[in-house]
């Protein structure tokens, strides 16, 4: 079975500054890729997803953005930050294609502060 | 635009009771449906689906309803324990169009009353 990986757990980063949060898979090969996003209180926001190494599709507009370097390598980067930014970040998987079934990560917290 | 709703933000229910959480969604492409349960700072964990050609799919203590007529399924926990306390989301998928995606309600927090 696939293990995901989220680093950091938690980041604290001011108005302004740049991003980079990294999800790694282990388990499994040419999944499908997913970044989410939890606000408080909130449910899950599809924010991009990925079939394969160089292909993100975005779901929401916003100063965020994502790149798939290698295959079970998914990395959600800003160039500024900004408060709305702040939330719960989630990298998930899939098997591929025609599998719907996706499995989280740990999930990174980001306060923008 | 809420495609997928779970109505009830919260829930309690004693313990060895039956916790019944609802969701409903008004796209009729979706036919893939899941459940989750999210544990606070931790990803959401993988629980029961459900085809549109199933009415009700089991899995132990969780069974999943699914009333296309209505566009509402339910996830029914029999019996309830403490550690089934957490949030819990459904989402629904529209098979078949090339991706793979997930759309996800807002949750209901439900708490076992020990």
């Known amino acids: 079975s696939q293990t995901i990986h989220q680093w950091p757990a938690t980041l604290v980063q001011p108005v302004g500054s740049p991003l980079s949060l990294e999800c790694t898979v282990e388990g499994t090969s040419n999944p499908n890729l997913y970044w989410y996003r939890q606000a408080a209180g909130r449910g899950l926001q599809l924010l991009f997803y990925?079939?394969?190494?160089?292909?993100i599709s975005s779901e929401v507009p916003q100063n965020l953005s994502a790149s798939r370097p290698q295959d079970r390598q998914f990395i959600l980067s800003s160039k500024k930050l900004l408060l709305s930014d702040s939330g719960f970040y989630l990298c998930?998987?899939?098997?591929?294609?025609?599998?719907?079934?996706?499995?989280f990560g740990p999930g990174t917290r980001l306060t923008v502060t | 635009d809420q495609q997928v709703k779970q109505n009830s933000p919260s829930l309690s229910v004693q313990e060895g009771r039956i916790s019944i959480l609802n969701c409903d969604y008004t796209n009729s492409m979706f036919d893939y449906f899941l459940w989750y349960k999210k544990y606070p700072a931790e990803g959401p964990t993988f629980l029961i689906s459900i085809s549109s050609i199933k009415d009700k799919n089991e899995d132990g203590r969780f069974t999943v309803f699914l009333n296309k007529s209505a566009k509402h399924l339910s996830l029914h926990i029999v019996p309830s324990q403490p550690g089934d306390s957490a949030v819990y989301f459904c989402a629904a998928s529209a098979r078949g169009f090339g991706n793979e995606k997930l759309t996800f309600g807002t949750g209901t927090r439900l708490t076992i009353i020990p």
């Open positions: 998930a998987c899939a098997e591929g294609v025609g599998t719907y079934e996706q499995y």
């Open positions: 990925s079939v394969g190494i160089g292909q």
